[in-house]
Protein backbone atom coordinates (compact mmCIF):
# COMPACT_ATOMS: atom_id res chain seq x y z
CA UNK A 1 0.00 0.00 0.00
CA UNK A 2 3.06 2.21 0.35
CA UNK A 3 3.67 4.27 -2.64
CA UNK A 4 7.38 5.82 -3.63
CA UNK A 5 6.63 9.64 -4.71
CA UNK A 6 9.69 11.16 -6.37
CA UNK A 7 10.53 14.65 -4.40
CA UNK A 8 13.28 16.78 -6.49
CA UNK A 9 14.48 20.15 -5.04
CA UNK A 10 14.48 22.92 -7.39
CA UNK A 11 15.90 26.18 -7.39
CA UNK A 12 12.94 28.95 -8.83
CA UNK A 13 14.43 29.51 -11.66
CA UNK A 14 12.34 29.19 -15.24
CA UNK A 15 13.01 26.34 -17.21
CA UNK A 16 13.75 23.61 -14.42
CA UNK A 17 11.14 21.86 -13.82
CA UNK A 18 10.84 21.09 -17.95
CA UNK A 19 14.21 19.85 -18.10
CA UNK A 20 13.23 17.29 -15.00
CA UNK A 21 10.14 15.97 -17.20
CA UNK A 22 12.37 16.17 -20.70
CA UNK A 23 14.88 13.68 -18.88
CA UNK A 24 12.08 12.09 -17.81
CA UNK A 25 10.46 11.80 -21.19
CA UNK A 26 13.46 10.66 -22.79
CA UNK A 27 13.13 7.23 -20.87
CA UNK A 28 9.42 7.04 -21.24
CA UNK A 29 8.52 7.57 -17.40
CA UNK A 30 4.91 8.37 -17.42
CA UNK A 31 3.68 10.25 -15.07
CA UNK A 32 0.58 9.74 -12.88
CA UNK A 33 0.38 12.85 -10.39
CA UNK A 34 2.70 16.17 -10.12
CA UNK A 35 2.23 18.72 -7.75
CA UNK A 36 5.24 21.60 -6.84
CA UNK A 37 5.38 23.20 -3.21
CA UNK A 38 7.38 26.76 -3.35
CA UNK A 39 8.95 29.34 -1.41
CA UNK A 40 10.09 32.28 -3.42
CA UNK A 41 13.08 30.88 -3.36
CA UNK A 42 13.04 26.95 -4.14
CA UNK A 43 10.91 24.52 -4.52
CA UNK A 44 9.93 20.72 -3.85
CA UNK A 45 8.54 19.10 -7.07
CA UNK A 46 6.59 15.62 -5.96
CA UNK A 47 6.09 13.18 -8.57
CA UNK A 48 3.60 9.44 -8.88
CA UNK A 49 5.60 7.87 -11.84
CA UNK A 50 5.65 4.60 -13.48
CA UNK A 51 9.21 3.49 -12.33
CA UNK A 52 10.32 5.55 -9.36
CA UNK A 53 13.34 3.69 -8.90
CA UNK A 54 14.64 4.23 -12.48
CA UNK A 55 13.55 7.90 -12.45
CA UNK A 56 15.31 8.42 -9.41
CA UNK A 57 18.22 7.13 -11.05
CA UNK A 58 18.26 9.19 -13.99
CA UNK A 59 17.38 12.07 -11.93
CA UNK A 60 20.56 11.58 -10.27
CA UNK A 61 22.28 10.93 -13.34
CA UNK A 62 21.18 14.63 -14.32
CA UNK A 63 22.69 16.37 -11.63
CA UNK A 64 19.02 16.65 -9.42
CA UNK A 65 18.84 16.58 -5.33
CA UNK A 66 16.29 13.39 -5.44
CA UNK A 67 15.06 11.48 -2.93
CA UNK A 68 12.00 8.51 -2.91
CA UNK A 69 9.06 9.78 -0.35
CA UNK A 70 6.78 7.24 1.10
CA UNK A 71 3.12 8.29 0.69
CA UNK A 72 -0.32 6.45 0.44
CA UNK A 73 -3.04 6.69 -1.97
CA UNK A 74 -6.70 6.67 -1.82
CA UNK A 75 -9.80 6.35 -4.22
CA UNK A 76 -12.95 8.38 -3.09
CA UNK A 77 -16.04 9.86 -5.13
CA UNK A 78 -15.45 13.28 -5.99
CA UNK A 79 -17.62 15.05 -3.17
CA UNK A 80 -15.48 17.19 -0.72
CA UNK A 81 -17.32 15.44 2.09
CA UNK A 82 -15.49 11.91 1.26
CA UNK A 83 -12.04 13.90 1.17
CA UNK A 84 -12.66 15.52 4.91
CA UNK A 85 -13.50 12.14 5.80
CA UNK A 86 -10.56 10.77 4.75
CA UNK A 87 -8.23 13.67 7.01
CA UNK A 88 -10.79 13.00 9.58
CA UNK A 89 -10.06 9.97 10.21
CA UNK A 90 -6.52 10.48 10.38
CA UNK A 91 -6.61 13.60 12.65
CA UNK A 92 -8.72 11.67 15.30
CA UNK A 93 -5.91 9.53 15.53
CA UNK A 94 -3.45 12.32 15.70
CA UNK A 95 -1.72 11.40 12.80
CA UNK A 96 -0.58 14.65 10.96
CA UNK A 97 -0.55 14.66 7.54
CA UNK A 98 2.36 16.77 6.43
CA UNK A 99 0.67 17.62 2.98
CA UNK A 100 -2.02 16.07 0.38
CA UNK A 101 -2.52 16.54 -3.17
CA UNK A 102 -5.48 14.93 -5.55
CA UNK A 103 -6.71 14.47 -8.98
CA UNK A 104 -9.62 13.30 -10.41
CA UNK A 105 -10.42 10.36 -12.53
CA UNK A 106 -13.92 9.94 -14.21
CA UNK A 107 -16.30 10.33 -11.01
CA UNK A 108 -13.72 9.35 -8.48
CA UNK A 109 -10.33 11.43 -6.78
CA UNK A 110 -7.44 9.81 -6.68
CA UNK A 111 -5.90 11.92 -3.14
CA UNK A 112 -2.08 11.04 -2.49
CA UNK A 113 -1.10 11.66 1.59
CA UNK A 114 2.22 12.03 3.30
CA UNK A 115 1.21 11.20 6.74
CA UNK A 116 3.75 11.39 10.08
CA UNK A 117 2.86 7.44 10.31
CA UNK A 118 2.29 5.69 6.84
CA UNK A 119 2.02 2.59 8.36
CA UNK A 120 -0.75 3.48 11.32
CA UNK A 121 -2.48 5.87 8.50
CA UNK A 122 -2.92 2.51 6.11
CA UNK A 123 -4.25 0.27 9.23
CA UNK A 124 -6.36 3.40 10.03
CA UNK A 125 -8.13 3.87 6.71
CA UNK A 126 -8.23 0.22 6.31
CA UNK A 127 -10.45 0.33 9.41
CA UNK A 128 -12.74 2.19 8.35
CA UNK A 129 -13.59 0.42 4.82
CA UNK A 130 -11.50 3.52 2.66
CA UNK A 131 -10.11 2.27 -0.65
CA UNK A 132 -6.32 2.38 -0.56
CA UNK A 133 -4.57 1.97 -4.05
CA UNK A 134 -1.39 -0.10 -4.86
CA UNK A 135 1.59 0.96 -6.35
CA UNK A 136 0.50 -1.20 -9.09
CA UNK A 137 -2.56 0.46 -9.47
CA UNK A 138 -1.28 3.89 -9.46
CA UNK A 139 1.44 3.65 -11.87
CA UNK A 140 -0.80 2.23 -14.99
CA UNK A 141 -3.69 5.10 -14.49
CA UNK B 1 60.94 11.69 9.17
CA UNK B 2 63.25 11.95 6.20
CA UNK B 3 64.83 15.32 5.28
CA UNK B 4 65.90 15.97 1.73
CA UNK B 5 68.78 18.54 2.58
CA UNK B 6 69.55 18.09 6.12
CA UNK B 7 72.64 20.35 6.04
CA UNK B 8 69.97 23.51 5.19
CA UNK B 9 67.22 22.37 6.47
CA UNK B 10 68.21 21.80 10.10
CA UNK B 11 70.95 24.21 10.02
CA UNK B 12 71.04 26.50 13.01
CA UNK B 13 70.05 30.12 12.89
CA UNK B 14 73.58 31.75 13.02
CA UNK B 15 74.43 29.47 10.03
CA UNK B 16 71.41 30.25 7.78
CA UNK B 17 71.76 33.91 8.52
CA UNK B 18 75.64 34.28 7.17
CA UNK B 19 74.30 32.34 4.30
CA UNK B 20 71.32 34.46 3.80
CA UNK B 21 73.37 37.70 4.16
CA UNK B 22 76.15 36.34 1.39
CA UNK B 23 73.62 35.42 -0.89
CA UNK B 24 71.88 39.05 -0.38
CA UNK B 25 74.89 40.63 -1.02
CA UNK B 26 74.94 38.95 -4.46
CA UNK B 27 71.81 39.57 -5.27
CA UNK B 28 71.70 42.75 -5.03
CA UNK B 29 74.92 43.14 -6.77
CA UNK B 30 73.34 40.67 -9.49
CA UNK B 31 70.47 42.92 -9.74
CA UNK B 32 71.99 46.62 -9.55
CA UNK B 33 74.17 45.51 -12.53
CA UNK B 34 71.58 43.88 -14.72
CA UNK B 35 68.26 45.17 -13.78
CA UNK B 36 67.77 49.01 -15.04
CA UNK B 37 64.66 48.87 -13.02
CA UNK B 38 66.31 48.07 -9.96
CA UNK B 39 69.41 50.39 -10.36
CA UNK B 40 67.13 53.36 -10.83
CA UNK B 41 65.24 52.44 -7.79
CA UNK B 42 68.55 51.91 -5.65
CA UNK B 43 70.26 54.60 -7.08
CA UNK B 44 66.93 57.07 -5.92
CA UNK B 45 67.37 55.61 -2.43
CA UNK B 46 71.14 56.55 -2.75
CA UNK B 47 71.75 53.02 -2.47
CA UNK B 48 75.04 50.90 -4.12
CA UNK B 49 75.94 47.06 -3.89
CA UNK B 50 78.79 48.36 -1.24
CA UNK B 51 75.52 49.34 1.24
CA UNK B 52 74.82 45.73 1.74
CA UNK B 53 76.89 44.06 4.34
CA UNK B 54 74.10 42.01 6.14
CA UNK B 55 70.59 40.29 5.78
CA UNK B 56 69.55 43.07 8.21
CA UNK B 57 70.47 45.87 5.36
CA UNK B 58 67.60 44.56 3.61
CA UNK B 59 65.12 46.97 5.03
CA UNK B 60 66.77 49.89 2.90
CA UNK B 61 65.41 48.19 0.06
CA UNK B 62 62.06 49.64 -1.72
CA UNK B 63 59.14 46.82 -2.46
CA UNK B 64 58.15 45.07 -5.24
CA UNK B 65 54.93 44.90 -6.24
CA UNK B 66 52.64 42.24 -9.07
CA UNK B 67 52.16 45.84 -10.71
CA UNK B 68 55.84 46.23 -11.05
CA UNK B 69 55.80 43.19 -13.05
CA UNK B 70 52.94 44.34 -15.07
CA UNK B 71 54.54 47.56 -15.66
CA UNK B 72 57.81 45.83 -16.79
CA UNK B 73 56.22 43.17 -18.91
CA UNK B 74 56.78 40.12 -20.56
CA UNK B 75 60.70 40.39 -19.73
CA UNK B 76 61.36 43.92 -18.39
CA UNK B 77 62.84 42.81 -14.47
CA UNK B 78 64.86 39.83 -15.92
CA UNK B 79 68.30 39.51 -14.94
CA UNK B 80 70.18 37.47 -17.55
CA UNK B 81 70.30 37.63 -21.24
CA UNK B 82 67.51 35.88 -22.92
CA UNK B 83 69.79 33.17 -24.49
CA UNK B 84 70.26 31.84 -20.44
CA UNK B 85 66.36 31.43 -20.05
CA UNK B 86 65.43 28.02 -20.60
CA UNK B 87 61.83 28.23 -19.27
CA UNK B 88 58.88 31.14 -19.54
CA UNK B 89 55.71 30.20 -16.84
CA UNK B 90 52.90 32.76 -16.54
CA UNK B 91 50.39 33.24 -14.35
CA UNK B 92 46.66 34.70 -15.93
CA UNK B 93 45.73 37.98 -14.51
CA UNK B 94 42.40 38.65 -13.47
CA UNK B 95 42.66 42.11 -14.16
CA UNK B 96 45.57 43.15 -16.96
CA UNK B 97 48.26 41.27 -18.50
CA UNK B 98 49.50 37.79 -16.78
CA UNK B 99 52.77 37.98 -15.07
CA UNK B 100 55.37 36.43 -16.73
CA UNK B 101 58.36 34.41 -14.69
CA UNK B 102 61.44 33.25 -16.35
CA UNK B 103 63.77 30.44 -14.98
CA UNK B 104 67.58 29.73 -15.99
CA UNK B 105 68.98 26.14 -15.59
CA UNK B 106 70.35 27.05 -12.16
CA UNK B 107 66.61 28.25 -11.25
CA UNK B 108 65.02 25.06 -12.70
CA UNK B 109 67.90 23.08 -10.43
CA UNK B 110 66.87 25.02 -7.39
CA UNK B 111 62.94 24.76 -7.92
CA UNK B 112 63.71 20.90 -7.91
CA UNK B 113 65.70 20.97 -4.96
CA UNK B 114 63.04 22.83 -3.18
CA UNK B 115 60.34 20.49 -4.70
CA UNK B 116 62.06 17.54 -3.77
CA UNK B 117 62.59 19.18 -0.40
CA UNK B 118 59.00 19.63 -0.24
CA UNK B 119 57.59 16.46 -1.25
CA UNK B 120 60.25 14.72 1.02
CA UNK B 121 58.46 17.16 3.78
CA UNK B 122 55.50 15.22 3.23
CA UNK B 123 57.08 11.69 3.47
CA UNK B 124 57.11 11.10 -0.11
CA UNK B 125 60.12 8.90 -1.53
CA UNK B 126 61.31 7.13 -4.47
CA UNK B 127 58.97 4.19 -3.83
CA UNK B 128 56.17 6.63 -4.05
CA UNK B 129 53.79 6.97 -6.94
CA UNK B 130 53.12 10.56 -7.40
CA UNK B 131 49.79 11.26 -9.18
CA UNK B 132 49.93 15.07 -10.20
CA UNK B 133 46.28 16.21 -11.02
CA UNK B 134 47.83 20.18 -10.71
CA UNK B 135 47.56 21.64 -14.47
CA UNK B 136 50.65 21.62 -16.84
CA UNK B 137 51.16 24.23 -18.88
CA UNK B 138 51.76 28.27 -18.11
CA UNK B 139 50.86 27.33 -14.54
CA UNK B 140 53.31 26.65 -12.70
CA UNK B 141 51.94 23.88 -10.33
CA UNK B 142 51.99 21.04 -12.74
CA UNK B 143 55.88 21.00 -13.61
CA UNK B 144 56.92 22.59 -10.21
CA UNK B 145 55.79 19.24 -8.81
CA UNK B 146 56.97 17.09 -11.91
CA UNK B 147 60.49 18.16 -11.54
CA UNK B 148 60.34 17.65 -7.29
CA UNK B 149 59.22 14.15 -8.04
CA UNK B 150 61.26 13.25 -10.78
CA UNK B 151 64.11 14.10 -8.45
CA UNK B 152 63.23 12.10 -5.28
CA UNK B 153 62.95 9.14 -7.68
CA UNK B 154 59.20 8.51 -7.23
CA UNK B 155 57.32 6.94 -9.88
CA UNK B 156 55.59 10.25 -11.59
CA UNK B 157 52.01 10.09 -13.19
CA UNK B 158 52.02 13.28 -15.06
CA UNK B 159 47.77 13.55 -15.49
CA UNK B 160 47.19 16.98 -15.07
CA UNK B 161 44.47 18.63 -14.38
CA UNK B 162 40.61 17.67 -15.20
CA UNK B 163 38.80 14.15 -16.31
CA UNK B 164 37.91 13.12 -13.40
CA UNK B 165 36.63 9.44 -13.86
CA UNK B 166 40.30 8.83 -15.67
CA UNK B 167 41.68 10.43 -12.34
CA UNK B 168 39.92 7.97 -10.22
CA UNK B 169 40.69 4.67 -12.88
CA UNK B 170 44.55 5.54 -12.95
CA UNK B 171 44.57 6.35 -8.95
CA UNK B 172 43.21 2.77 -8.74
CA UNK B 173 45.22 0.81 -11.50
CA UNK B 174 48.49 2.16 -11.17
CA UNK B 175 47.85 2.74 -6.89
CA UNK B 176 48.66 6.15 -6.37
CA UNK B 177 50.53 7.00 -3.14
CA UNK B 178 50.64 10.75 -3.45
CA UNK B 179 47.78 13.06 -4.77
CA UNK B 180 49.06 16.48 -5.96
CA UNK B 181 46.46 19.09 -6.31
CA UNK B 182 44.12 21.84 -5.05
CA UNK B 183 42.26 20.88 -1.88
CA UNK B 184 39.64 22.13 -3.52
CA UNK B 185 39.63 19.51 -6.30
CA UNK B 186 40.84 17.23 -3.40
CA UNK B 187 37.07 17.41 -2.10
CA UNK B 188 35.89 16.85 -5.33
CA UNK B 189 37.88 14.21 -5.87
CA UNK B 190 36.67 12.32 -2.68
CA UNK B 191 32.93 13.01 -3.52
CA UNK B 192 33.54 11.56 -6.70
CA UNK B 193 35.52 8.25 -5.59
CA UNK B 194 32.41 7.91 -3.17
CA UNK B 195 30.02 7.78 -5.85
CA UNK B 196 32.32 5.58 -8.41
CA UNK B 197 31.80 2.83 -6.28
CA UNK B 198 35.44 1.93 -5.88
CA UNK B 199 36.27 1.05 -2.15
CA UNK B 200 38.53 3.04 -0.47
CA UNK B 201 40.36 -0.36 0.28
CA UNK B 202 41.57 -0.73 -3.48
CA UNK B 203 43.02 2.58 -3.20
CA UNK B 204 46.62 2.82 -1.97
CA UNK B 205 46.41 6.69 -1.42
CA UNK B 206 48.45 7.84 1.62
CA UNK B 207 49.08 11.40 1.51
CA UNK B 208 48.34 14.72 -0.53
CA UNK B 209 50.09 17.57 -1.42
CA UNK B 210 48.01 20.72 -1.36
CA UNK B 211 48.23 24.26 -2.49
CA UNK B 212 47.85 26.94 -4.68
CA UNK B 213 44.55 28.46 -2.93
CA UNK B 214 44.03 29.40 0.92
CA UNK B 215 41.90 26.56 2.63
CA UNK B 216 41.02 26.38 6.25
CA UNK B 217 41.67 23.53 8.88
CA UNK B 218 37.61 22.63 8.54
CA UNK B 219 38.80 21.56 5.09
CA UNK B 220 41.84 19.60 5.81
CA UNK B 221 39.99 17.45 8.42
CA UNK B 222 37.30 16.91 5.72
CA UNK B 223 39.82 15.81 3.28
CA UNK B 224 41.52 14.08 5.64
CA UNK B 225 38.61 12.01 7.12
CA UNK B 226 36.87 11.74 2.81
CA UNK B 227 39.90 10.67 1.76
CA UNK B 228 41.61 8.72 4.61
CA UNK B 229 45.01 10.37 3.71
CA UNK B 230 47.27 12.94 5.24
CA UNK B 231 47.10 16.28 4.10
CA UNK B 232 50.04 18.34 3.41
CA UNK B 233 49.74 22.30 2.94
CA UNK B 234 52.28 23.50 0.19
CA UNK B 235 53.06 27.02 -0.36
CA UNK B 236 54.44 28.85 -3.05
CA UNK B 237 54.02 31.48 -6.22
CA UNK B 238 55.13 31.93 -9.10
CA UNK B 239 56.72 35.07 -9.52
CA UNK B 240 59.07 34.10 -5.96
CA UNK B 241 59.37 30.10 -8.24
CA UNK B 242 56.18 28.32 -8.29
CA UNK B 243 55.23 25.77 -5.53
CA UNK B 244 57.89 24.85 -3.29
CA UNK B 245 58.52 28.25 -1.60
CA UNK B 246 57.10 26.35 1.74
CA UNK B 247 55.80 23.53 2.67
CA UNK B 248 53.88 21.54 6.22
CA UNK B 249 55.84 18.63 7.20
CA UNK B 250 54.12 15.59 8.53
CA UNK B 251 54.05 17.30 12.44
CA UNK B 252 51.64 19.79 10.41
CA UNK B 253 52.20 23.03 13.06
CA UNK B 254 53.07 25.39 10.04
CA UNK B 255 55.12 25.15 6.76
CA UNK B 256 58.62 25.45 6.33
CA UNK B 257 60.27 28.24 4.33
CA UNK B 258 63.19 27.78 2.42
CA UNK B 259 64.65 30.53 3.47
CA UNK B 260 68.12 29.59 2.24
CA UNK B 261 66.53 30.52 -1.26
CA UNK B 262 63.82 32.60 0.03
CA UNK B 263 63.60 35.11 2.63
CA UNK B 264 60.62 36.05 4.25
CA UNK B 265 60.05 39.29 6.29
CA UNK B 266 56.68 40.20 7.79
CA UNK B 267 55.67 43.81 7.44
CA UNK B 268 52.39 45.96 8.26
CA UNK B 269 50.52 46.04 4.98
CA UNK B 270 49.94 49.39 5.77
CA UNK B 271 52.72 51.31 7.13
CA UNK B 272 55.00 48.86 5.52
CA UNK B 273 56.90 48.61 8.31
CA UNK B 274 58.51 45.52 9.38
CA UNK B 275 56.88 43.93 12.49
CA UNK B 276 58.74 42.45 15.20
CA UNK B 277 59.07 38.27 14.90
CA UNK B 278 55.75 36.56 16.03
CA UNK B 279 53.48 39.40 14.29
CA UNK B 280 50.64 38.71 12.23
CA UNK B 281 51.05 40.66 8.82
CA UNK B 282 51.96 40.71 5.11
CA UNK B 283 54.74 37.87 4.06
CA UNK B 284 56.82 39.70 1.54
CA UNK B 285 59.58 38.08 -0.33
CA UNK B 286 63.14 38.70 -1.20
CA UNK B 287 64.96 35.56 -3.56
CA UNK B 288 68.80 35.08 -2.46
CA UNK B 289 69.64 32.44 -5.06
CA UNK B 290 67.26 33.07 -8.73
CA UNK B 291 69.03 33.83 -11.36
CA UNK B 292 65.99 34.74 -14.33
CA UNK B 293 63.66 36.58 -12.41
CA UNK B 294 65.45 37.44 -9.08
CA UNK B 295 62.85 40.06 -6.94
CA UNK B 296 63.30 42.33 -3.93
CA UNK B 297 61.13 42.10 -1.18
CA UNK B 298 57.94 41.19 -3.55
CA UNK B 299 54.90 41.62 -1.56
CA UNK B 300 52.73 38.95 -1.32
CA UNK B 301 49.47 40.12 -0.31
CA UNK B 302 49.26 36.73 1.87
CA UNK B 303 48.83 36.95 5.53
CA UNK B 304 50.52 35.27 8.18
CA UNK B 305 53.22 35.19 10.86
CA UNK B 306 56.34 33.63 11.20
CA UNK B 307 57.67 31.20 13.68
CA UNK B 308 61.69 30.53 14.48
CA UNK B 309 61.48 27.38 16.67
CA UNK B 310 62.95 24.52 15.98
CA UNK B 311 60.23 21.98 14.77
CA UNK B 312 59.40 18.47 16.15
CA UNK B 313 60.37 17.43 12.59
CA UNK B 314 64.33 18.15 13.19
CA UNK B 315 63.84 20.88 10.67
CA UNK B 316 65.41 24.22 12.01
CA UNK B 317 63.81 26.41 8.68
CA UNK B 318 61.39 29.32 9.99
CA UNK B 319 57.82 28.13 9.92
CA UNK B 320 54.84 30.19 8.25
CA UNK B 321 51.02 29.73 9.99
CA UNK B 322 48.89 28.30 7.35
CA UNK B 323 47.53 31.48 4.75
CA UNK B 324 44.13 32.07 5.70
CA UNK B 325 43.89 34.31 2.88
CA UNK B 326 45.41 36.98 0.62
CA UNK B 327 44.52 40.40 1.87
CA UNK B 328 43.53 40.28 -1.94
CA UNK B 329 40.99 38.15 -1.21
CA UNK B 330 39.77 40.38 1.72
CA UNK B 331 36.27 41.29 1.13
CA UNK B 332 35.41 44.61 3.09
CA UNK B 333 31.30 44.67 3.69
CA UNK B 334 29.71 47.06 5.74
CA UNK B 335 33.35 47.73 7.12
CA UNK B 336 33.48 44.14 8.28
CA UNK B 337 36.86 41.86 7.38
CA UNK B 338 35.72 39.14 5.87
CA UNK B 339 37.96 36.09 4.12
CA UNK B 340 36.61 33.65 1.71
CA UNK B 341 37.91 31.00 4.04
CA UNK B 342 35.85 31.91 7.36
CA UNK B 343 32.80 31.26 5.41
CA UNK B 344 34.15 28.00 4.57
CA UNK B 345 34.63 27.15 7.89
CA UNK B 346 31.36 27.65 9.14
CA UNK B 347 29.76 25.61 6.63
CA UNK B 348 32.18 22.38 7.05
CA UNK B 349 30.61 22.43 10.70
CA UNK B 350 27.43 21.23 9.04
CA UNK B 351 27.15 17.87 7.76
CA UNK B 352 23.64 18.51 5.82
CA UNK B 353 25.34 20.82 3.00
CA UNK B 354 28.32 20.56 0.90
CA UNK B 355 31.18 22.88 1.20
CA UNK B 356 30.93 23.74 -2.32
CA UNK B 357 29.72 27.93 -2.61
CA UNK B 358 29.74 30.58 -4.28
CA UNK B 359 29.48 34.17 -2.47
CA UNK B 360 27.96 37.25 -4.26
CA UNK B 361 29.07 40.60 -2.87
CA UNK B 362 26.71 43.57 -4.25
CA UNK B 363 25.95 47.22 -2.99
CA UNK B 364 21.88 48.12 -3.12
CA UNK B 365 21.39 51.89 -2.28
CA UNK B 366 24.86 52.37 -0.89
CA UNK B 367 24.84 49.19 1.41
CA UNK B 368 26.64 46.14 0.30
CA UNK B 369 24.86 42.99 0.62
CA UNK B 370 26.18 39.09 0.43
CA UNK B 371 24.77 36.29 -0.77
CA UNK B 372 26.24 32.96 0.31
CA UNK B 373 24.55 30.14 -2.24
CA UNK B 374 25.40 26.83 -0.82
CA UNK B 375 24.34 23.35 -2.58
CA UNK B 376 22.33 21.15 0.34
CA UNK B 377 23.78 17.31 0.72
CA UNK B 378 21.41 15.04 -0.98
CA UNK B 379 21.78 12.78 2.38
CA UNK B 380 19.70 15.50 3.74
CA UNK B 381 17.19 16.47 1.79
CA UNK B 382 13.98 15.08 1.98
CA UNK B 383 10.78 16.64 0.46
CA UNK B 384 9.80 19.08 3.44
CA UNK B 385 9.71 22.99 2.79
CA UNK B 386 10.27 23.64 6.45
CA UNK B 387 13.31 21.36 6.63
CA UNK B 388 14.62 23.39 4.25
CA UNK B 389 13.68 26.73 5.68
CA UNK B 390 14.90 25.53 8.89
CA UNK B 391 18.47 24.82 7.43
CA UNK B 392 18.48 28.16 5.63
CA UNK B 393 17.92 29.87 8.96
CA UNK B 394 19.97 27.88 10.78
CA UNK B 395 23.12 28.46 8.36
CA UNK B 396 22.47 31.93 8.51
CA UNK B 397 22.51 31.73 12.02
CA UNK B 398 25.86 30.48 12.14
CA UNK B 399 27.37 32.59 10.03
CA UNK B 400 25.99 35.93 11.46
CA UNK B 401 27.42 34.40 15.06
CA UNK B 402 30.52 33.64 13.74
CA UNK B 403 31.40 36.61 10.94
CA UNK B 404 29.32 39.36 12.87
CA UNK B 405 27.88 39.60 9.68
CA UNK B 406 24.32 39.28 7.77
CA UNK B 407 24.14 37.18 5.01
CA UNK B 408 21.45 36.02 3.01
CA UNK B 409 21.55 32.39 2.34
CA UNK B 410 20.12 30.28 -0.97
CA UNK B 411 20.26 26.49 -0.95
CA UNK B 412 20.74 25.50 -5.14
CA UNK B 413 20.34 22.36 -6.82
CA UNK B 414 23.71 20.25 -6.39
CA UNK B 415 26.73 21.23 -8.88
CA UNK B 416 25.28 24.30 -10.20
CA UNK B 417 28.56 25.68 -7.87
CA UNK B 418 31.22 25.23 -10.28
CA UNK B 419 33.71 22.52 -9.29
CA UNK B 420 37.30 23.84 -10.03
CA UNK B 421 40.32 22.22 -11.39
CA UNK B 422 42.34 24.57 -10.51
CA UNK B 423 41.82 27.13 -8.37
CA UNK B 424 37.96 27.90 -7.55
CA UNK B 425 35.95 31.47 -8.24
CA UNK B 426 34.72 31.16 -4.88
CA UNK B 427 33.51 35.08 -4.94
CA UNK B 428 31.79 37.69 -7.29
CA UNK B 429 31.67 40.94 -6.45
CA UNK B 430 29.80 43.09 -8.65
CA UNK B 431 30.22 46.27 -6.73
CA UNK B 432 31.63 49.34 -8.45
CA UNK B 433 34.01 51.88 -7.01
ZN1 LIG C 1 58.56 20.32 10.72
Redesign the interface.
Known amino acids: MIIH?L?V???NKSG?LTEVLEVLGEENIRITALSV???T??G?L?LIVSDPEKAREILKRN?????L?EVISVMAPSEAKHYAKVLRILSDLDISV?YTYAFSEGAKSIIIL?CSNTENAIQALKNHEIELLKASDLYKI | MEIWNRHFECMDRDGIRHVQSERLRETVERVYFNVPYYRNRMQEAGLGPESFHSIDDLSKLPFTTKQDLRDNYPFGLFAVPMSEIVRVHASSGTTGKPTVVGYTRSDIATWSEVMARTLTCAGANRNDFIQIAYGYGLFTGGLGLHYGGEKIGASVIPISGGNTSRQIQLMHDFGSTVLACTPSYALYLAEAIAESGIKRDDLKLRVGVFGAEPWTENMRREIEDKLRIKAIDIYGLSEVIGPGVASECLVQEGLHINEDHFYPEIIDPETLQVLPSGSRGELVFTTITKEGLPLIRYRTRDLTRLTYDKCRCGRTLVRMEKCLGRSDDMLIIRGVNLFPSQVESVLLEMSEIKPHYLLIVDRINNLDTLELKVE?D?AF?????SQ??ELRQKLQNNLENSLGLGIKV???????IERSEGKSKRVIDKRKY
Open positions: QSFLERADTEFIRNFTVNTER | VEFQDKILETLVEPKV
